[in-house]
């Protein structure tokens, strides 16, 4: 039995299936643990989701931020006619609302505690250790398991608030929840983000710097395994590993097995 993190897929079926026949992958006793952004921009996200929703329980992801605009299209356009042409695949898909039900069934960040691995999106503030992580992540996705999903969905964009306090409410403090664990790349040491910010370390105003290089944050006890951030690239560091390879923008496509940190690839998108 092996696990396998994989970063952002985007879409790309064709690599992802190259990828799963690199590491030989089985569903009957490997595991795939999947940091989100699993659609859009690679053209073949209909084929991703049916191919990972057809390996069953092996499969656990956290959602990411084209993860959540598909389930915001999902319900903005229940007729299926959508501008995202991938979205519309799928939105017209006589398979969509069991896609659509199986993605919104994953939370933002999940922890295993065997591997004191600490799974998300994006990142997260210093403020926040894995429990509380994990805490944050389950508020949003009880709305998006329940018939306020739709009311959600149409509130989540935005990138205000910034800061997180215990006491916010309602809306904004989802939003901001999503917005940490599915976008941020930069924050201060107060856990204020950054979210409109994509370039590599160094391209960050003063007093800002990558989530994951602050002294104090409070998951520097356990990894933190993430993607979201195809300009950081792969890193493989003790207390975090960065699975974007930028598949979708002609990098390659990365599977990290866990139990001994060997590293597996493809090549991605001609670009």
């Known amino acids: 039995m092996a696990t396998y993190l994989i970063g952002d ?4 079926c064709d690599q992802l299936e190259r990828l799963l026949d690199e590491i030989r992958f089985d569903s009957a006793c490997d595991r795939l643990w999947l940091c989100g952004d699993l659609v859009n921009r690679g ?21 990411g931020n084209h ?13 299926g006619q959508c501008r995202n042409r991938e979205f519309a695949e799928i939105l017209n898909a006589p398979d969509r609302e069991s896609l659509i039900d199986w993605l919104a069934g994953h939370p933002l960040a999940r922890y295993s505690k065997k591997h004191r691995l600490l799974r998300v999106h994006a990142g997260v503030i210093p403020q926040w250790d894995a429990a509380t992580t994990v805490a944050r992540s389950k508020e949003v996705s009880r709305v998006l398991r329940s018939d306020k999903r739709g009311k ?4 989540m964009y935005g990138n205000t608030p910034r ?20 976008r941020i790349r930069f924050c201060d040491a107060n856990g204020r983000a950054l979210f409109r910010l994509s370039g590599p370390p160094g391209s960050q105003p003063e007093n800002y710097l990558p989530w994951f290089r602050h002294r104090h944050r409070a998951t520097r006890e356990v990894t933190v395994a993430f993607g979201h951030w195809a300009a950081l690239g792969l890193r493989m560091k003790k207390r975090y590993l960065a699975l974007d390879s930028g598949c979708v923008w002609g990098g390659k496509l990365s599977a990290v097995r866990l139990e001994d940190r060997a590293l597996f690839q493809v090549k991605g998108l001609k670009r």
């Open 67 to 79: 993860d959540l605009h598909l389930l915001a299209a999902d319900h903005k356009h229940p007729e």
């Open 163 to 182: 800061k997180w306090r215990d006491d916010r409410r309602g809306w904004a403090r989802l939003r901001l929840i999503s917005n940490i664990l599915t």
């Open 43 to 63: 053209g073949q996200s209909l084929q991703t989701l049916r191919l990972l929703h057809s390996l069953g329980k092996s499969v656990k992801v956290t959602l």
């Open 9 to 12: 897929i985007q879409g790309c």
């Open 152 to 155: 959600f969905l149409k509130r």
